[in-house]
């Protein structure tokens, strides 16, 4: 650990007994943007800390026959039909197993079938307020100009993924140009990001140092005075060194520069993907956001792709299993396609993307034709030495992932658990 980090963990544990002294809970301190604000940044801003990212993305209906059919991956990691496209990159990959029966996948908490899909991002777990990108976005996303991204391929804006209980967070963008304009036209400066985004954060904690001076005495205000002092000193020297902080490719960013399609309609699923993939990387690596969500259609699952006949849920309940795994191999595609892309990209702070961001996919179904909520096709990728890639690891259902993606983004403890037992053990290292 270098001087700079271990004198920042310090001034934290220090500043965390002067809060505590102050008569203020550390519960409320978290719960709130002062939490984001002084807890989250402190450790941000220290040099040797990398920025983590995450990246949900939602594939609906399960996979044929369930994961131990047609996903789930052999203890020497060979693929299965609807897992084959990952071959190249599956060595970034952690798959999952369950607990109880190493040959199948895990359980979804609440059961599958159609309908209330906000349970795969955690909308039902006892005493949450909501999914975990919301939850994120209210600690990690707090001092982000987008507190967290959600983004839709052929959604048509139905049935979201993220909800507060059962009301559904409908802000999804379905159209990659929308979502490029709202991302980087006038409501958000782009230029500097870096800039901008340690603004943001000093702004949050300039605000929250004022809301708790009223409640300190002389001596405690006098402290808080310093170190607000040492916040005002930090936005100067941003300030002095503003116009070097925009990562390559953010001043001015060009939509589709390859010229793709992208019509909103079911035969350009693919071209509408990758459009919405770049949206998604050229937001985190420009720092943006921290938090995005992808949801790839629906529950029902009324929708095509590219090359494929008939609509995807045709294809589930055909009776057909072939039918059901050309398609269920065709996200897969997808998604090896996204983390080929965080592989390929370079991280403004060294390394390429893939090495900071931690994919999830999701599902809301173990089998679709049969609706099951067990040996379900859960999945992380990349996360960089953080995480035990490679692997099959053990865990017992969906809830506990997501606390393991709290744990990875540091907000574990901070933000209401999913799961009484805690995150999976054996994915972070």
Same mark, same amino acid.
């Given at each position: 650990m270098s001087h700079e980090k271990q004198a920042a963990l310090m001034q934290r544990r220090n500043f965390l007994k002067f809060i505590g002294k102050a008569g203020l809970s550390l519960p409320l301190l978290q719960a709130s943007s002062l939490g984001a604000g002084m807890l989250l940044s402190r450790q941000a801003l220290a040099a040797d800390t990398a920025q983590r990212r995450v990246i949900f993305i939602y594939v609906p209906d399960g996979t044929p026959q369930g994961a131990s059919y047609s996903f789930l991956p052999s203890a020497n990691l060979a693929l299965k039909t609807c897992s084959q496209p990952l071959e190249s990159v599956k060595d970034e990959c952690v798959f999952f197993r369950s607990r109880s029966d190493a040959s199948k996948g895990i359980e979804i908490i609440g059961g599958g079938g159609h309908g209330n899909s906000q349970r795969v991002l955690?909308?039902?777990?006892?005493?949450?307020?909501?999914?975990?990108?919301?939850?994120?976005?209210?600690?990690?996303?707090?001092?982000?100009?987008?507190?967290?991204?959600?983004?839709?391929?052929? $959604?048509?804006?139905?049935?979201p993924v993220s909800a507060r209980w059962y009301s559904g967070v409908t802000d999804y963008q379905d159209n990659p140009q929308t979502a490029f304009e709202k991302l980087f036209g006038g409501a958000v400066d782009t230029s500097p990001i870096g800039a901008r985004r340690d603004k943001k954060?000093? =702004?949050?904690?300039?605000?929250?140092?004022?809301?708790?001076?009223?409640k300190l005495g002389t001596y405690e205000l006098q402290r808080l005075e310093q170190h607000q002092a040492a916040i005002e000193k930090l936005k100067t020297?941003?300030?002095?060194?503003?116009?070097?902080? $925009? *990562?390559?490719?953010?001043?001015? *960013?060009?939509?589709?520069?390859?010229?793709?399609?992208? @019509?909103?309609?079911?035969?350009? /699923?693919?071209?509408?993907?990758?459009?919405?993939? =770049?949206?998604?990387?050229?937001?985190? +690596?420009? @720092?943006?956001?921290?938090?995005?969500?992808?949801?790839?259609?629906? &529950?029902?699952? !009324? /929708?095509?792709?590219?090359?494929? !006949? #008939? @609509?995807?849920?045709?294809?589930? &309940?055909s009776g057909n299993l072939d039918f059901y795994a050309e398609y269920r191999t065709y996200f897969s595609e997808r998604i090896a396609h996204l983390i080929e892309r965080l592989k390929a990209e370079d991280d403004p702070n060294g390394g390429k993307m893939i090495d900071s961001t931690l994919v999830v996919q %999701?599902? !809301?179904?173990? @089998?679709?034709?049969? &609706?099951?909520?067990? !040996?379900? #096709?859960?999945?992380?990728?990349?996360?960089?030495?953080?995480?035990?890639?490679?692997?099959?690891? *053990?865990?017992?259902?969906? &809830?506990?992932?997501?606390?393991?993606?709290?744990?990875?983004?540091?907000?574990?403890?901070?933000? +209401? *658990?999913?799961?009484?037992?805690?995150? %999976?053990?054996?994915?972070? %290292?």
């Open positions: 955690g909308a039902f777990a006892d005493g949450v307020g909501g999914t975990i990108d919301l939850a994120l976005e209210e600690t990690v996303g707090a001092t982000s100009p987008v507190a967290s991204l959600r983004l839709g391929v052929r $959604t048509r804006n139905l049935d954060r000093l =702004e949050i904690n300039q605000a929250a140092l004022a809301k708790i001076k009223t020297d941003i300030d002095s060194t503003s116009s070097s902080s $925009t *990562p390559m490719g953010c001043s001015d *960013p060009t939509f589709n520069p390859s010229g793709l399609s992208a @019509d909103l309609v079911d035969s350009e /699923f693919t071209n509408l993907f990758a459009l919405q993939t =770049e949206n998604a990387i050229l937001a985190l +690596k420009c @720092d943006i956001t921290r938090v995005v969500t992808i949801q790839l259609g629906t &529950h029902q699952s !009324d /929708f095509g792709v590219t090359g494929l !006949d #008939a @609509d995807y849920h045709t294809s589930v &309940h %999701v599902t !809301d179904m173990g @089998d679709g034709g049969s &609706h099951t909520g067990s !040996d379900a #096709a859960f999945m992380f990728a990349g996360g960089g030495n953080a995480v035990n890639r490679g692997t099959i690891i *053990p865990a017992d259902n969906h &809830h506990q992932l997501l606390d393991t993606a709290a744990e990875y983004m540091g907000v574990y403890g901070v933000i +209401k *658990p999913y799961d009484a037992n805690g995150p %999976v053990s054996g994915i972070l %290292v």
